[in-house]
């Protein structure tokens, strides 16, 4: 059973829009929302994370949009980069099960 | 430190060699997992650990042998594998308990069964 559907499973966007990767999770238990970004060859590495506490976190070009009624949440790229290609992971976990739910991924390519 | 280093970063094996992985981590997490991961795929949970002891085995095959000599260092050890075992090999590690479960990864190790 996938505890975390993630879509679109792959995204191409001009160099400066706007990409949007979303999830949508099962288990009301998960309360960390992370999103992991992995280059080719590489291991993923924590990009932003959220709890339900809070309907929106920003870090920079990064936000993340919580709903917890809808148990969705989803990533906003802005100003996307060339640099910003990567395959995009969202995951959950419960601090009761201290591991990670992820998401089936998102290859994201930024077209300069 | 915020670190996890794998080696080795690439491995080629036979099917009747006994090799082993080695993960390592310096930030003071007792908690720590092994993934597996497929080419376009999600990372798997293999194994969890936690202080030390092995708290989770998602039915993984016995030709996988989770370590956890100490607090900081975690090994597989791999013996008899197939061809369908090749994939990149996670190790992360993390706090335990509430409030705090960010998970860092290592760069892997890219496993090639032949």
């Known amino acids: 059973q996938q505890q975390v559907k993630q879509s679109p499973q792959s995204l191409i966007v001009q160099k400066g829009g706007i990409s949007i990767i979303n999830c949508a999770y099962e288990?009301?238990?998960?309360?960390?929302f992370p999103w992991y970004q992995q280059f080719p060859g590489k291991g993923p590495a924590l990009l932003i994370a959220i709890r339900p506490d809070v309907s929106e976190k920003k870090e920079g070009r990064f936000t993340i949009s919580f709903n917890k009624s809808a148990k969705q949440f989803s990533l906003h790229i802005m100003d996307s980069q060339p640099g910003d290609s990567a395959t995009y992971f969202c995951a959950a976990s419960s601090d009761a099960g201290n591991m990670l739910t992820f998401g089936g991924g998102t290859r994201l390519m930024v077209k300069p | 430190d915020t670190e996890v280093t794998q080696t080795p970063k690439h491995l080629v094996m036979g099917m009747t060699n006994k090799k082993s992985l080695k993960c390592e981590q310096h930030m003071g997490h007792r908690a720590m997992y092994w993934y597996k991961q497929k080419a376009k795929k999600p990372p798997e949970l293999m194994f969890v650990?936690?202080?030390?002891?092995?708290?989770i085995n998602e039915s993984v095959p016995s030709r996988f042998s989770p370590e956890c000599p100490n607090s900081s260092l975690l090994n597989l050890h791999l013996h008899a594998l197939q061809p369908e075992d090749s994939a990149l090999y996670l190790c992360a590690s993390s706090q335990v308990g509430a409030m705090n479960t960010e998970a860092f990864f290592g760069q892997g190790t890219r496993l090639t069964v032949v």
């Open positions: 650990y936690s202080y030390e002891k092995l708290s």
């Open positions: 288990n009301t238990a998960f309360d960390y």
